[in-house]
């Protein structure tokens, strides 16, 4: 198979590969954009049916190109961000290849080979956009492979039409448990479960406030200033209107955390036992950084040390859109515009002094 040659390439065609798309655009650099996924939207194409945004969708714009309003809904749905991607990589033309999952990044002389199941491409840089949604992280509790019943993770929920009168752990006190348990505190038997009780942000704060906080943050540590937590320090749950609905209707009300399953169900450390049908658990996600093995830059600890969101050990790779870990909020839609600006700009400079 042809090796191909470029610039850069990015792995991966979400929200943070599109911004970083948009940057190099601008500054004229040639790259690709090899995307596992068949169809544009990134992770947002899977989300579960009830999905929102936690902003308005004039806070939750990619660089270049406001998200239009969604009628009727103040929060955006997840339809509407896999809408508003699609319009963005069509409006700038970005170069994406489709379906090209992204085995290995490999050292090749003066080159980064990276090597895809659509074929290779040698690039000068590589920027990591990959996310975590592919990552889904599970607990270690004791007696998960004895459970009998249902086990599924965030990532493979979608309706409460498909557990409509079942009896349900959601496990998570973080907003994917919060608005998982209230999707389905209404058509079934739910028991919420957290490892502390659940702490709700302040009705009227949302995804605009929490990227301010973010924004302070990265602010005070780039002066010296300590963290102060800002908004996070208030709650970790953002009451967007369902989860509100719920919780002011008396139906979302969590339970401590169990200490184990059995065949049947569920065990607190008291003896007390409830008998369910599915567990969901709503526990989180790790970066999805297998692609990465190849170049070794893990720590101790399975961390990939960075400046920024380039990679200590291997300047020419650059990491986006992972949480504050590469930028502060860069998770997020509006988030993720200026570290892949600064990635943009720091690889535009590698390039032009090579």
């Known amino acids: 198979m042809t090796v191909q040659r470029t610039d850069v390439v990015i792995v991966g065609g979400g929200q943070a590969g599109l911004a970083a798309a948009y940057h190099l655009r601008r500054l004229g650099v040639d790259f690709v954009v090899l995307d596992g996924q068949s169809t544009p939207g990134g992770a947002w194409q899977h989300a579960w049916d009830s999905l929102h945004l936690f902003s308005p969708a004039a806070f939750s714009s990619l660089p270049g190109q406001p998200m239009p309003v969604q009628e009727g809904e103040t929060y955006p749905d997840a339809r509407h961000v896999v809408q508003y991607l699609t319009a963005y990589e069509h409006r700038y033309e970005l170069p994406i290849m489709r379906s090209a999952l992204v085995r290995g990044v490999h050292r090749d002389g003066d080159f980064l080979r990276v090597e895809s ?11 990591s956009a990959t996310g975590t949604w592919w990552r889904p992280f599970l607990p270690a509790v004791p007696g998960r492979a004895e459970f009998a019943g249902r086990q599924l993770h965030t990532v493979g929920y979608r309706s409460p039409a498909d557990f409509a009168g079942q009896r349900i752990v959601v496990v998570g006190g973080g907003n994917s448990g919060a608005q998982i348990a209230a999707d ?11 490892q502390r009780p659940p702490r709700f942000l302040p009705d009227e704060i949302d995804g605009r406030a929490l990227f301010d906080a973010a924004t302070a943050r990265r602010q005070a540590l780039e002066a010296g200033r300590a963290d102060t937590g800002g908004v996070a320090a208030l709650g970790d749950i953002v009451a967007v209107p369902p989860v509100r609905e719920a919780r002011d209707s008396g139906l979302l009300k969590a339970s401590p955390m169990f200490v184990r399953l059995d065949r049947d169900g569920v065990v607190w450390s008291d003896g007390t036992r409830a008998e369910v049908d599915v567990v969901i658990w709503c526990t989180g996600f790790r970066p999805a950084l297998s692609h990465l093995g190849p170049l070794q830059l893990r720590g101790t600890r399975g961390h990939i040390a960075t400046e920024g969101t380039r990679a200590v050990d291997e300047p020419r790779l650059h990491l986006l859109g992972y ?6 909020a860069s998770a997020t839609l509006i988030g993720v515009g200026r570290p892949a600006r600064d ?8 390039l032009a002094s090579d």
């Open 117 to 127: 199941e659509i074929g290779t491409w040698r690039a000068r840089a590589v920027i």
């Open 184 to 194: 389905l505190a209404y058509d079934t038997d739910l028991i919420w479960v957290t």
């Open 323 to 328: 949480g504050d870990w590469t930028g502060p």
């Open 343 to 350: 990635a943009a700009r720091e690889i535009a400079g590698l």
